[in-house]
């Protein structure tokens, strides 16, 4: 049967270290903490070498001062393209108010963690867990996926598509709704159809005005 390796934390390690050089013998000192007087020498060897980076952990490389910025700074880096591509997945729920961020970080809670998602998104954990507890009913699911379809309607027509033409285009998708109710919802997420003027209409009235 073979025997159990023991592996000692960084603290056991220098603290060892630290008291054979009070004893001035590696031998007593292995013998007194019950450790190898192979280990103990190795140990003193390689602090003596590497200095207070030595012993960071089992599976972990000895790292110096600047290598650890550099693993803090790819880790911040990360975390922003991160943010980015949350932003950028979930701006069509963003328009649609807090129920909606609600439901698209339920949809994402494998592909990113949602304490990123709430700070990314502007919300907290609690108020989400809060949500996710509270059962919504099929009309209030309906709302959610209505207004998403609306939003993306919209921009998808450079936001000249107004409340009649968007109804039409949700029938073509299997949703039947009034375009009064559209635009009530249009209202509730803040959009409004761009007016572009034609340029050379408003030439024409420039020149009937002189």
């Not at 494998?110 to 998104?121: G, H, I, R, V």
């Not at 050379?200 to 020149?207: P, S, V, Y």
Request: proline residues 1%.
């Amino acid at each position: 049967m073979k025997k159990r390796r023991i592996h000692y934390n960084r603290d056991f390690k220098l603290k060892a270290i630290q008291l054979s050089y009070e004893n001035r013998s590696v031998t007593r000192t292995a013998k007194d903490l019950q450790i190898s007087l192979k280990s103990l020498s190795l140990w003193r060897n390689i602090l003596k070498k590497n200095g207070d980076i030595s012993f960071p952990g089992k599976g972990n490389p000895i790292l110096s001062s600047n290598d650890k910025k550099i693993k803090v700074l790819k880790k911040k880096i990360k975390n922003i393209n991160l943010k980015f591509e949350i932003i950028a997945n979930a701006r069509e729920f963003i328009v649609c108010g807090k129920l909606c961020i609600f439901q698209f970080i339920a949809e994402n809670e494998s592909n990113y963690s949602k304490e990123l998602m709430c700070k990314t998104l502007g919300t907290n954990t609690v108020s989400y867990r809060a949500w996710k507890k509270s059962s919504l009913t099929e009309k209030q699911k309906r709302k959610i996926i209505l207004k998403n379809k609306i939003n993306s309607i919209f921009v998808a027509s450079r936001e000249t598509y107004g409340c009649y033409r968007i109804a039409v285009e949700l029938e073509k998708c299997g949703f039947l709704i009034s375009p009064i109710t559209v635009l009530r919802y249009m209202r509730e997420l803040g959009i409004y159809v761009s007016i572009k003027k034609n340029n050379q209409a408003i030439r024409k009235t420039e020149i009937t005005n002189l």
